[in-house]
């Protein structure tokens, strides 16, 4: 959500960056923890949708009726977390070499 928030005000490749980094790192963490790439991809849209209830939320409290407000809102998370998603299955993919070549 964090991230989410910095990347709003950032320009597209500033709010990639940001993106892909905490793919990286959700990647990283779901590899040390012995999770599967399949497990990683549920908590990704667990978190996901967690965040898009959040923001839904916050739209609808504030009363903003604009489609094209709740339009580009939605891409913005979408592009967002469509990164991260990319970012993790290419940590996973990246450490998964990596252990192919170790062996």
């Given at each position: 959500?964090?991230?989410?928030?910095?990347?709003?005000?950032?320009?597209?490749?500033?709010?990639?960056?940001?993106?892909?980094?905490?793919?990286?790192?959700?990647?990283?963490?779901?590899?040390?923890?012995?999770?599967?790439?399949?497990?990683?991809?549920?908590?990704?849209?667990?978190?996901?949708?967690?965040?898009?209830?959040?923001?839904?939320?916050?739209?609808?409290?504030?009363a903003i009726k604009s489609p094209?407000?709740?339009?580009?809102?939605?891409?913005?998370?979408?592009?967002?977390?469509?990164?991260?998603?990319?970012?993790?299955?290419?940590?996973?993919?990246?450490?998964?070499?990596?252990?192919?070549?170790?062996?």
């Open positions: 959500m964090q991230g989410l928030m910095k990347s709003q005000g950032a320009d597209d490749e500033s709010a990639k960056k940001e993106a892909r980094a905490i793919g990286s790192d959700y990647g990283s963490i779901g590899r040390r923890y012995g999770l599967s790439l399949t497990e990683s991809i549920q908590a990704f849209l667990f978190f996901r949708n967690v965040l898009l209830d959040a923001a839904f939320h916050v739209f609808e409290q504030a094209f407000a709740w339009s580009d809102m939605l891409k913005r998370i979408n592009s967002f977390t469509d990164q991260i998603l990319v970012s993790v299955v290419e940590t996973y993919e990246e450490r998964s070499r990596g252990d192919s070549l170790a062996k």
